[in-house]
């Protein structure tokens, strides 16, 4: 499983990166970043929510 942030949508709420701090991180213009790409199997579930809750559906999930 990949993720993907679509930059055009990301406003920096960082509700990823509470979620799955492992695989999230803001960059340094506030901007959501995948830190692991692919994600790890033991973090898919995680992956998975970050995505359903992005409050700008700015993760994409990719198989």
Not at 23 to 37: G, I, T, W
């Amino acid at each position: 499983m990949r993720v993907e942030v679509d930059r055009d949508r990301c406003e920096g709420n960082a509700v990823c990166v509470g979620i799955a701090p492992d695989l999230f991180e803001l960059d340094d213009e506030d901007y959501a970043v995948v830190k692991s790409d692919p994600v790890p199997a033991d973090q898919e579930d995680l992956a998975e929510q970050a995505v359903n809750e992005c409050p700008r559906a700015a993760l994409i999930r990719k198989d």
